[in-house]
């Protein structure tokens, strides 16, 4: 994996900053609703043509972060090193320009937690409700997107322009997102950790029926493994990589389903569990998206 260059910890020059705007929605949680925000990065040029349609990736934080740790808040001037990230790799032409939504998966900051196991039940929540059903169509309706329609049909014809991406819990949530969404995405980005569908610390203590589950779920769509591409990553000194590696090398015995062409693992060196081993990570893995 290659290290960011240094240039890109500095702002990117004012003329190839993106904007950040912030959008709200309404969302249901065990019986109660909830007005949640997200932000919404805009590639430079976006609105200089309407009939210009841009792929979308959803990047989603780890435990006890919310929708602004990776881009900060609104307008082009946000310093973080994400922010800059997205900024210097599309004015280089090694990303194509994408639009990059932040999200969060707590209803509200009173569902934050010390314990991130207490995460888990959100993590689905977000992945197989809130994602297709409430953010997605707010998102894809306002933005120039691929998708003509936020129907079912209209997400599942234009997947190909879709990805998701998620840190720590976010990568929990990024293999709930491929189980239970493949139909609206293409590309999955999981960094630093692991899939908790069969139980948690799945990767780790049962990778080989976490494996099975995640293979058999795709086995009933209509996918091969060709339409799909996982771009899983891990810091090398990053403890998660102690779950991510056994179920990687389970998901290696569904051949059907994972392939080296569309599951690629690779580690960022002395990486730890923090957003700049992310950073890093995403340098490598965003370039590739949308090209496949």
Not at 38 to 49: F, K, N, T
Not at 172 to 181: C, P, R
Not at 268 to 277: K, L, P, T
């Amino acid at each position: 994996m290659k290290k960011i260059p240094t240039n890109y910890q500095q702002r990117a020059t004012e003329s190839n900053r993106g904007d950040v705007k912030k959008i709200s929605y309404q969302t249901n949680y065990k019986n109660q609703n909830f007005t949640k925000t997200a932000l919404v990065y805009l590639p430079v040029g976006y609105h200089q043509s309407s009939d210009q349609k841009y792929n979308v990736l959803y990047l989603l934080h780890g435990s006890t972060m919310s929708e602004t740790s990776f881009l900060g808040g609104v307008g082009k001037d946000q310093n973080t090193a994400f922010k800059k990230l997205l900024d210097h790799e599309i004015a280089d032409k090694k990303m194509k320009p994408t639009i990059v939504i932040t999200p969060t998966y707590y209803p509200n900051r009173s569902f934050v937690s010390n314990d991130y196991y207490d995460d888990n039940k959100l993590n689905l929540a977000f992945a197989a409700n809130e994602l297709p059903n409430d953010l997605i169509p707010v998102v894809e309706t306002r933005f120039h997107t691929f998708a003509k329609t936020t129907n079912k049909l209209g997400l599942s014809e234009s997947r190909q322009h879709r990805a998701f991406a998620g840190f720590s819990m976010g990568a929990i949530t990024t293999w709930y997102v491929l189980e239970h969404q493949l139909d609206i995405f293409k590309y999955f980005i999981p960094m630093a950790g692991d899939s908790w569908t069969v139980t948690t610390d799945g990767g780790s203590v049962k990778p080989g029926q976490t494996a099975n589950k995640l293979a058999n779920q795709i086995k009933t769509t209509p996918y091969k493994s060709s339409d799909y591409l996982i771009l899983a990553s891990v810091g090398s000194i990053d403890g998660t990589s102690g779950s991510m590696s056994p179920m990687i090398k389970s998901l290696r015995d569904h051949p059907q389903q994972f392939t080296d062409s569309n599951l690629i693992y690779s580690f960022d060196a002395n990486g730890g569990h923090d957003v700049n081993s992310v950073v890093n990570q995403s340098y490598n893995s965003m370039p590739i998206l949308f090209r496949k």
